[in-house]
Each structure stands twice: as C-alpha cells, then as structure tokens.
C-alpha cells in the first residue's frame, strides 16, 4: 500500500542537503539576453523553417547577464524556508509544490531505470533502438510531467512512429493537437505541451473541480551535438600546441525553431492572462543529456537563453542530478516562482535588454497580439502566387531581385 504524501514527509524524502545544495547551484545559473538582427516571423513560415539571426548582448557591464535567482525570487526564497517549514505554515499551491516534488523524489529511482532504458537500448548492430518521439514520450512521461503543476501534458499527434513508452511501462502519451501560432506568420506544432486543469499562481488555491486548464509551461525536445573548438598557445619550451576544448551546441535549425515557439507561446499566454504582471514564460529545450531554458516576455520583449544544465551526473544516464531537478521544477511552476522584470527594474535597463522582436515584425505585431491560436490540429498556411498570376493581377516584380515568395508555374509558361 502506497503510503500517502505529506509535507514531513516529502521534505524528509527531498532532504534538507539537497535543498541547500540546490540554492547554491541557481546562484550560479545564469541567462544570457538574445537581441535579434532579423528574423522571418513576418511571413507565412511554419516553426520548422523559422529563421533567426541573433547575438547575446555584451555592453562589456554585465547587464547582458542575468542570474537565474534574480528571475526566480520568490522560488529562491521557498527553497531557503524548506529548512525550517512545517505543516501548519504551508498552504495551498506552495504545499501543492512542495508535495509533487516529494513524490517525484520518492519515485526517483524507478524513473530514472525508465529513462535509462529507453535513452541507451540499442540494436544488435549497436544503434539506437529509441526515435525521436519515444524520446520525448519518456521525458514527458518519466521526468517533466512528475514536476508539473496538474501532471498532466499533451505530446504532438502528429508525432512520427507513435507508440507506448518503450521503457516497459506500457504507459499510453497523450497525443494530442499542439499546433500554436497563425497561419499568416510562425506557425506549427510543439513537442510537449503542459496543462494544469486548474490556475497555478502564487494568489490562487488548487481546486480540483476547476475548468481552467492553464499552459505553465512547453518544452522542445532536440539533438545537441559536440563541437570541438582548437586554439593554438605559445609553449616556451616547445612549439606551439593546440588545446581543444568540446562545446555543446544546439543545430543552429533546432535552436531557431526552438526561439520562435517561446515567442510565439509568451504572446499566447500574454492575450490569454493580460491581468498578469509577469509575462515572462519558459521554453524547456531538452535532450537526454542536458537542457536550456529559454523565456520570453512578450509584454517587455525580452528574450533569456540559459546555460546548459546537465541532466545526469555521469555518463550513462544512471543518475539524475538533483540539481537538473529543482530547476525543471521551479520552471514549471514558474507561475509560482518566477518574478521576471518587476515593477523595480528601471525602464532604462529593459530597453537596453529588448530583443528588438517587436521592431522587426513590426507590420504583423497585431497577428501576435490578437490571432495567435493554440492546441490546433491543423493550420492551412498561405499560398504563395505563381509567377503568371502576379503578373496578371498586375503586380509589379523587380527582376534583378530574387523572386522570393514568388513560385514559377512551369505549366503555365509552357502554354
């Protein structure tokens, strides 16, 4: 029998090291602010295709660095209390949190079996058994849908090769539409979506019987690869050596797609809760081995990409680091913890800080604002017109520019 989870014993389980362990570690955490030079999100363009061209901002202050504790002020505070809570003191969502955690905790092991099996099976010919989708299917199901808020998510139904969790569990994924944004500019589907059936926010109970399901958080699952990076040094007693250092990178594909989903879902969230003072919303870019945080404001129009946090402690994904843990946590119940850009941080500094996204699509902002949609099952992009129809319809073609947006009906010229 399944013994039943109360703060004393999710914060014996958790344990007060970890705690301390973990308030250490956010303190070192840091987002880098992305400024876009360009971008296609003016365009009919599907997540797929987006295209970004962007740089962190360095002013050479350090305001272009902001620590993951200042963004997350009231979670770094609950952390610092777990040392001394009790019961009576802990109510509504904060309980909530505190108690998923706990479980989580309590199953840690089991799910990091399940994890383990899935990330490292491989065929008689030394390749791997696990797709694309059962990798995310096991991250859904194994990890962050147990540090969600309501537990509950939703994975791309039109996800290739579907099927049950391969670790063994046989549990069914949710497959369901996860198609965000509009036709007429970045569009598409998304990896995991999270739902909670009821508002999680700092000033609201958890009610069971609620009809609002709240989106707290999405997340992209992608590939990152090992780059090597060679700099040769001066050896006064030998000729020069090379010293090569290993960088992760996410594909530069990847990592576009993954910047136009979270602004596209902070302009969502924005027009669903505008009561909100916080719209700064996370974006969880996620491998088997390590993951990003990425958030944006669409209020503020100000983009954060984290560091990369490893998942795992070792190697071969055996042990999760609890460190990983507490961050996945905190992002998703982000509406409890994160404080953003608040009403003290000087004007000045936040327009310093702007991605420039709003300037750029400047043209379509009001499709951002107003017709962005959610939990699609399909969208019917625009069509581009054939080179003949533009002209007949009089429509006047540079042609010593490219013909971009512009398709040749070969049919057509023919005849």
Request: aromatic share 10%.
């Amino acid at each position: 029998m399944e013994v039943a989870m109360d703060v004393e014993r999710a914060l014996k389980i958790i344990g007060k090291d970890t705690f301390k362990e973990s308030v250490k570690y956010l303190e070192t955490l840091t987002f880098g602010v992305v400024k876009l030079k360009n971008c296609n999100g003016v365009k009919s363009t599907p997540f797929s295709k987006a295209e970004c061209e962007f740089y962190y901002f360095d002013d050479g202050t350090g305001i272009g660095v902001i620590r993951f504790a200042d963004m997350f002020r009231k979670g770094m505070v609950f952390l610092k209390e777990m040392e001394n809570v009790n019961e009576g003191r802990l109510e509504g969502t904060g309980k909530a949190a505190l108690l998923c955690l706990g479980k989580f905790f309590d199953k840690k092991d089991s799910d990091e079996e399940s994890l383990n099996r899935v990330f490292t099976r491989k065929t008689k010919y030394d390749k791997p058994v696990a797709t694309e989708t059962d990798i995310t299917v096991a991250l859904a199901e194994h990890l962050l849908k147990k540090l969600a808020p309501g537990g509950s998510y939703k994975v791309d139904a039109d996800s290739n090769k579907k099927r049950p969790c391969l670790c063994g569990c046989t549990q069914e994924p949710n497959y369901s539409p996860t198609g965000m944004g509009n036709s007429s500019v970045w569009y598409g589907f998304i990896d995991i979506i999270f739902t909670s059936p009821y508002p999680i926010d700092e000033t609201q109970e958890q009610t069971a019987t609620s009809t609002v399901e709240d989106i707290p958080a999405i997340a992209t699952a992608v590939e990152v690869k090992e780059e090597k990076d060679s700099d040769e040094v001066d050896d006064q007693e030998n000729s020069p050596q090379m010293i090569t250092e290993v960088k992760k990178v996410i594909p530069d594909e990847l990592l576009q797609q993954a910047l136009a989903q979270t602004i596209v879902f902070s302009w969502i969230q924005r027009k669903r809760h505008p009561e909100r003072s916080n719209h700064m919303v996370p974006n969880i870019v996620i491998s088997p081995k390590q993951f990003k945080i990425m958030m944006y404001d669409a209020e503020k129009d100000v983009f954060l990409v984290s560091t990369f946090i490893d998942l795992f402690i070792d190697e071969k994904c055996t042990k999760l680091s609890s460190n990983a843990v507490i961050v996945l946590w905190m992002v998703l119940h982000n509406r409890m913890f994160c404080t953003g850009f608040d009403s003290e941080v000087k004007p000045t500094l936040l327009e310093k800080l702007k991605s420039d996204f709003i300037t750029i699509v400047d043209d379509k902002l009001g499709t951002y604002s107003d017709s962005l949609e959610y939990f699609v099952s399909k969208f019917n992009p625009e069509k581009k017109p054939a080179l003949n129809d533009s002209l007949n319809s009089g429509h006047l073609i540079d042609l010593f520019e490219s013909f971009e947006g512009v398709q040749l009906d070969d049919t057509k010229a023919d005849a």
